[in-house]
């Protein structure tokens, strides 16, 4: 137990600086510090490489023994895949540290995490923190987008977090900020970070993401990107020595239990006041960039119905059923909004964070949690009529169909539940890999792709498996996101069924409902996770990675391309689904565009942005209205022409 006191002394530290944002330091002056350094650990990827863990271990043990360290920073990407397993064997190992150290989450520990990001608050307590060290403040936030493959994105709960605790900074206090992501464009909200930090005296912002050591100008706020922990091609790995001394902060890499090498980068500090706190580089005629929304301005019939700011990130797509429109979020709550007007018709609260979308039903709405809970609320009060234990965290979406409730899970199982009640009529188990997506339904049979590179057809009535396609690539390729659909189409006179999903190899296959052979497969449009039908079912929409927009006539039971247009934008990434009419087809982009384009391919006849974060759901609400929801919160009602 000795060997944690030091952790343990650190997070109490921590929880009290953090819940009443009280400040303990004596003295802020430049002069009256005594030097300290700290080991800077970034980019760890635990499970990625087999050396990873070797090069974690080995860090800590060189840490363990260097006297000059007092303490340690982790800024980020510490797992692979961010999944349960990982952050157990990395809590066992950061066990081995006899110093303190500080920890945030990165994308990597987010983006594909079974466990609906959970894991990680569940075992280090929080994933951001507030520490002081001889009279210097680390701050550190956490990271996203959370379970979303996107632009680089600090969540908004953890923006809210970082402006509460600057503001009971005092100005001239020093401090050091810590986030995994560089403060630079390629983040969608740098700009509300930048504007925080700013208020303060901030020395200097640490990051890791790139894998690299490099100095750079945050807005005038000195910024330094840190390696990665990885050994890559060389006979073991490194990290950076942080030395804060009264006049400077000195960068130098050292190479695990070898050598540590000379300075590669110098801060130079300055005598900050409570009159004039610490921008060194800013210059006060200098115009930075923020988001530019002048394209409203070019489409003035696109304009706002309503909108409302949630508190905390909006990770899945929205439901709408009438004039009832339901979402989730973050904090684990379910609101159901007016369509009309955008005011609250009801909320419930689960037990843990929401990446569900909700199934609207006559009676009820059907809704997953990451407490581990299918949810069937009441549609018109959101009072519970029933609720199942599946015990373990999920992020899966549920579809309605025949009296039965289909959903994934996250530990391997796939449930049939009766709506009347939530008892289960049976549960599939075995499935390779965890489950994000909506399950499409026939006749017959549910159709789900996982994040184990694998897409299942399961029998409606028993549970079984009945065949199963396998991409062949891994994990990162899988037809986890994308939700099937099961169309017909008619070929030499016959009428069948084909079921499509698009993966994130970039292929969007259509597969024989009865056996699993694949009908077509096409990489073409270089889709990965987002696809779009007309109402008719007859055209499928493609959004590919880069600029492009692809229209695909699937009613004959092949792929046959009708047009492809270019889109002004360089990557899309993002998994969410197109939404259509007759008139248009919506494209979802990373940095919070809508645009409308013709659906027979002319081009774009209208554009709107509405934050700078990414889109992550749109829904047709009828009489020319559109909700859109973007990953900051921000939910918004639009009237087009």
């Excluded at 300055?270 to 301005?297: L, Q, R």
């Excluded at 509405?610 to 559109?626: E, F, M, P, Q, Y």
Aim: neutral net charge.
């Amino acid at each position: 137990m000795d060997k944690l006191k030091p952790i343990i002394i650190m997070k109490r530290i921590l929880l009290a600086i953090c819940v009443m944002a009280v400040s303990v330091v004596s003295s802020y002056g430049q002069s009256s510090r005594t030097p300290f350094t700290f080991a800077w650990l970034s980019d760890v990827h635990l499970n990625s490489f087999a050396y990873a863990e070797d090069d974690l271990r080995q860090s800590i043990e060189d840490i363990n023994t260097n006297p000059a360290v007092d303490f340690a920073i982790l800024s980020g990407d510490v797992t692979e895949f961010g999944d349960t397993k990982e952050f157990l064997l990395l809590q066992e190992i950061l066990k081995n540290f006899r110093k303190p150290y500080l920890l945030l989450p990165g994308n990597h520990d987010v983006n594909w995490s079974e466990n609906g990001c959970t894991m990680f608050n569940k075992i280090f307590k929080a994933s951001h923190f507030c520490y002081d060290w001889q009279g210097v403040r680390f701050i550190g936030c956490g990271a996203g987008p959370s379970l979303r493959m996107g632009p680089p994105h600090i969540p908004r709960e953890e923006i809210l977090w970082l402006d509460s605790i600057i503001r009971a900074t005092p100005r001239e206090q020093p401090i050091i900020f810590v986030n995994h992501f560089p403060l630079n464009q390629d983040l969608s909200n740098w700009y509300e970070v930048t504007d925080i930090l700013k208020t303060r005296n901030v020395l200097v912002a640490l990051a890791g993401h790139l894998h690299v050591n490099r100095a750079y100008d945050a807005e005038g706020i000195p910024a330094v990107i840190g390696r990665s922990s990885l050994r890559r091609k060389d006979p073991i790995g490194g990290y950076n020595l942080v030395t804060v001394g009264k006049d400077s902060i000195t960068f130098c890499e050292r190479i695990i239990k070898t050598e540590t090498r000379p300075a590669w980068n110098v801060v130079r500090l300055h005598a900050a006041t409570v009159a004039s706190p610490s921008i060194p580089g800013e210059k006060k005629d200098t115009v930075y960039f923020h988001p530019d929304f002048s394209i409203n301005s070019t489409y003035p019939a696109v304009r706002k119905v309503w909108q409302q700011k949630d508190v905390t990130d909006v990770a899945s797509q929205g439901s709408i059923d009438g004039e009832l429109y339901i979402y989730t979020n973050t904090a684990g709550m379910v609101h159901a909004l007016n369509a009309r007007n955008g005011e609250t018709v009801w909320t419930y609260a689960t037990g843990n964070k929401v990446f569900s979308v909700p199934f609207i039903t006559s009676r009820l709405v059907v809704v997953t949690s990451c407490d581990g809970f299918v949810y069937a609320l009441d549609k018109k009060d959101g009072s519970v009529r029933w609720r199942y234990d599946t015990g373990y965290p999920i992020v899966a979406c549920p579809t309605v169909a025949g009296g039965n409730v289909y959903v994934g899970s996250s530990n391997g199982k796939f449930y049939s539940l009766h709506l009347a009640d939530g008892t289960p009529d049976w549960i599939a188990d075995g499935l390779d890999g965890y489950i994000e997506s909506r399950p499409a339904i026939d006749s017959r049979r549910a159709y789900i792709g996982t994040w184990g590179a694998m897409f299942y057809a399961i029998d409606r009535k028993t549970g079984e498996k009945v065949w199963k396609f396998d991409t062949g690539r891994g994990r990162y390729f899988s037809p986890g996101a994308c939700w099937p659909v099961v169309l017909p189409y008619r070929k030499d006179g016959k009428s069948s069924e084909q079921v499509i999903v698009l993966s994130s190899d970039y292929f969007v296959r259509a597969f024989n409902p009865e056996d699993g052979k694949i009908l077509w497969a096409s990489d073409e449009a270089k889709g990965r996770e987002s696809l779009g039908f007309s109402p008719d079912g007859k055209t499928m929409y493609i959004k590919g990675i880069k600029n492009n927009i692809t229209a695909v006539d699937v009613s004959k039971g092949s792929y046959t391309l009708l047009w492809n247009t270019l889109m002004p934008y360089e990557s899309n990434f993002i998994p969410t689904r197109m939404e259509t009419t007759e008139e248009y087809v919506f494209i979802p982009t990373e940095f919070g565009v809508v645009h409308a384009v013709r659906t027979d391919g002319s081009g774009i006849a209208w554009s709107h942005k509405i934050s700078h974060s990414a889109v992550t759901s749109l829904k047709n609400a009828g009489d020319h209205r559109l909700i859109v929801m973007t990953m900051d919160g921000t939910v918004t009602c639009l009237a087009y022409p």
